[in-house]
């Protein structure tokens, strides 16, 4: 079955430093979501990104999806203690079920 | 802004008994859904439920597993002969019309515990 991989699991930094997660699928995605999920909380839709190639920022959030559709990055910069929290990558093979991420760990240390 | 919303937020439950954990998804969403995260791990697909009835299914969905939507606005996940592994916090969700591709809306989840 598809599996889909982040790097790396966990992440401590200072605040104000920057913060990269990778994601890596085993089969071509239509299209890929990211979801945040605070300590104790639930998962929280951030973006969704369908073309090859695409990349879209929200503020200090920035999304890329790679060119073969197999990979994907959020780049963080200038952490703040608001980031806190685990931030998974999920993918669709055209099913309706997302498939997510192992999640990478952040923690900022204000 | 709508929300998920899930009952019990917290369910103990004897192993070998039955449990119905409870959601009601966003009301003008067609898609529902239900995920189980073990304690530090991801997120995982359960089934998917459109029009009625299960458009897909994980293969953690097995015979023990069955969902429901007994009105307008309910979606049960019903659990039976529960065992140990099952402990786990599972999330109801829910998506709008446009099937793949929409963003998810999770609720609080519903943390079970099995003794």
């Known amino acids: 079955g598809q599996q889909v991989m982040q790097i790396p699991q966990y992440q401590h930094v200072q605040e104000g430093e920057d913060f990269t997660t990778y994601c890596n699928s085993s089969t071509t995605l239509s299209n890929i979501q990211w979801y945040k999920q605070r300590p104790g909380g639930h998962p929280v839709f951030l973006i969704q990104?369908?073309?090859?190639?695409e990349v879209k920022k929200q503020k200090r959030l920035t999304f890329q999806f790679g060119e073969a559709k197999k990979n994907s990055s959020l780049h963080i910069t200038a952490t703040q203690t608001t980031d806190v929290g685990t931030y998974f990558c999920a993918g669709y093979t055209g099913r309706r079920a997302l498939t997510f991420g192992s999640g990478t760990r952040l923690q900022v240390q204000p | 802004e709508p929300e998920v919303t899930q009952t019990p937020s917290h369910q103990v439950t004897q192993m070998g008994q039955e449990v119905i954990l409870r959601c009601v998804p966003i009301?003008?969403?067609?898609?529902f859904y239900w995920y189980r995260q073990i304690l530090g791990q991801k997120v995982e697909f359960l089934v998917s439920?459109?029009?009625?009835?299960?458009?897909?299914k994980s293969e953690i969905f097995d015979d023990q597993f069955s969902v429901e939507r007994p009105d307008g606005s309910n979606f049960t996940l019903k659990i039976r002969s529960t065992k140990l592994e099952d402990s786990a916090m599972y999330f109801c969700?829910?998506?709008?019309?446009?099937?793949?591709?929409?963003?998810?809306?999770f609720g609080d989840g519903t943390r079970l515990s099995i003794l």
């Open positions: 969700a829910s998506s709008g019309p446009g099937g793949s591709g929409q963003p998810q809306h």
């Open positions: 990104l369908v073309k090859s190639g």
């Open positions: 439920f459109y029009n009625n009835e299960i458009s897909e």
């Open positions: 009301s003008n969403h067609l898609y």
